[in-house]
T-cell receptor, first 114, second 111 residues
Framework: DAMVIQNPRYQVTQFGKPVTLSCSQT?????MYWYQQKSSQAPKLLFH???????NEADTPDNFQSRRPNTSFCFLDIRSPGLGDAAMYLC?????????????FGQGTRLTVV | QQQVKQSPQSLIVQKGGISIINCAYE??????FPWYQQFPGKGPALLIA?????SEKKEGRFTISFNKSAKQFSLHIMDSQPGDSATYFCAASKGYSTLTFGKGTMLLVSP
């Protein structure tokens, strides 16, 4: 039944060691988003894809990259994780962009940096 | 201009009571105001949403009240239940922009 699936649910990585988080969707939605959510804070948008068009938020660090090889999959790459990158990472999809388009979230990947 | 301010940060309500969470925004161009509900260990899920052309929207026990002149909107949960205990986020967007979230309210409904 899961429509937006994130793997793994929990990821532990070493300081400075590249890590990749994955997201897949069965909704065939055009838009895929990556959010970072730290404890007791609002989700913060890192970037989104509208189809193959990549849209980076102005304040997203260069350390964060993303790939969308096809409609169903999207990856978040953290090139050199720091302690401050420990957070819940949420993937979301929506059929289209724009007001009124519902976003569907995955369960998230909790990243720990040691 | 893009900020959405949410209050309170946390809320404790007795079972059967009314939970009220408030949000305020600055950008008058915002034209879509959803509320998301997030349970521990889960991603947020859309609960209810409103556009500024109406002042109230009700779905079951959940109501959004919208005050365009005051640039405020609120979520009311009637007959609050322990199963409503979660974190609630208000959000706003305009045109083709992405959602701007409030900081969230952690609601605990005591039995």
């Amino acid at each position: 039944d899961a429509m937006v699936i994130q793997n793994p649910r929990y990821q532990v990585t070493q300081f400075g060691k590249p890590v990749t988080l994955s997201c897949s969707q069965t909704l065939n939605h055009n838009v895929m988003y990556w959010y970072q959510q730290k404890s007791s804070q609002a989700p913060k948008l890192l970037f989104h894809y509208y189809d193959k068009d990549f849209n980076n938020e102005a304040d997203t660090p260069d350390n964060f990259q993303s790939r969308r090889p096809n409609t169903s999959f999207c990856f978040l790459d953290i090139r050199s994780p720091g302690l401050g990158d420990a957070a819940m990472y949420l993937c979301a999809t929506s059929r289209d962009r724009g007001a009124g388009t519902e976003a569907f979230f995955g369960q998230g990947t909790r990243l720990t940096v040691v | 201009q893009q900020q959405v301010k949410q209050s309170p940060q946390s809320l404790i309500v007795q079972k059967g009571g009314i939970s009220i969470i408030n949000c305020a925004y600055e950008n008058t161009a915002f034209d879509y105001f959803p509320w998301y509900q997030q349970f521990p260990g889960k991603g947020p899920a859309l609960l209810i949403a409103i556009r500024p052309d109406v002042s109230e929207k009700k779905e079951g026990r959940f109501t959004i009240s919208f005050n365009k002149s005051a640039k405020q909107f609120s979520l009311h949960i009637m007959d609050s239940q322990p199963g409503d205990s979660a974190t609630y986020f208000c959000a706003a967007s305009k045109g083709y922009s992405t959602l701007t979230f409030g900081k969230g309210t952690m609601l605990l409904v005591s039995p």
